[in-house]
T-cell receptor, first 110, second 113 residues
């Protein structure tokens, strides 16, 4: 079963704009991670936030976590055409089980 | 550091045939995952190994799917017999024991006709 539920399902923005993606989950977690998948490729890890953290930054990425609402958001600032991809949130729970959501398709128009 | 290796990259089989996928995780990674990703969906966990023991196989269709991890390193995933709905990309991933991110292979795209 899917643990995470991303929102929106699809997002289209202009290059240079910011992209915000949301993820909600159901059960308690040890950490939450975001991955990117380019068409026909494997998933690439972007950023991880632990359950006792509220915000994390990495380059143009900013992730927040609200464990009381069981939700997370990923912000990509100053988007580029190369950011076009599918984005997935994944939760790590007990026994290191890593469960993915359905994904968000991001299109960045040049 | 070498990444997660998977083979074959592509496979086309007829329904009711059998197929096997191979995965070589990153050296030293104790945890290995097999995921099934149907087109347009997120990866669905099929089985998780810790060294050569199974941690979670609750979503593995055990009547047709089997997996093993020999000596806690390489792993194979087998489907026998295949159904049309098994058409998907099969992804292998590995991590260190706990906490950090998963590293994924390129996947095997299976088409059942």
């Amino acid at each position: 079963s899917q643990q995470g539920e991303e929102d929106p399902q699809a997002l289209s923005i202009q290059e240079g704009e910011n992209a915000t993606m949301n993820c909600s989950y159901k059960t308690s977690i040890n950490n939450l991670q975001w991955y990117r998948q380019n068409s026909g490729r494997g998933l690439v890890h972007l950023i991880l936030i632990r359950s006792n953290e509220r915000e994390k930054h990495s380059g143009r990425l900013r992730v927040t976590l609200d464990t009381s609402k069981k939700s997370s958001s990923l912000l990509i600032t100053a988007s580029r055409a190369a950011d076009t991809a599918s984005y997935f949130c994944a939760t790590r729970g007990a026994n290191s089980k890593l469960t993915f959501g359905k994904g968000i398709t991001l299109s960045v128009r040049p | 550091e070498a990444g997660v290796a998977q083979s074959p990259r592509y496979k086309i089989i007829e329904k009711r045939q059998s197929v096997a996928f191979w995965c070589n995780p990153i050296s030293g990674h104790a945890t290995l995952y097999w995921y099934q990703q149907i087109l347009g969906q997120g990866p669905k966990l099929l089985i998780q190994f810790q060294n050569n023991g199974v941690v979670d196989d609750s979503q593995l269709p055990k009547d047709r799917f089997s997996a093993e991890r020999l000596k806690g390193v390489d792993s194979t995933l087998k489907i026998q017999p295949a159904k049309l709905e098994d058409s998907a990309v099969y992804l292998c991933a590995s991590t260190k024991v706990v906490g950090p991110e998963a590293f994924f292979g390129q996947g095997t795209r299976l088409t059942v006709v």
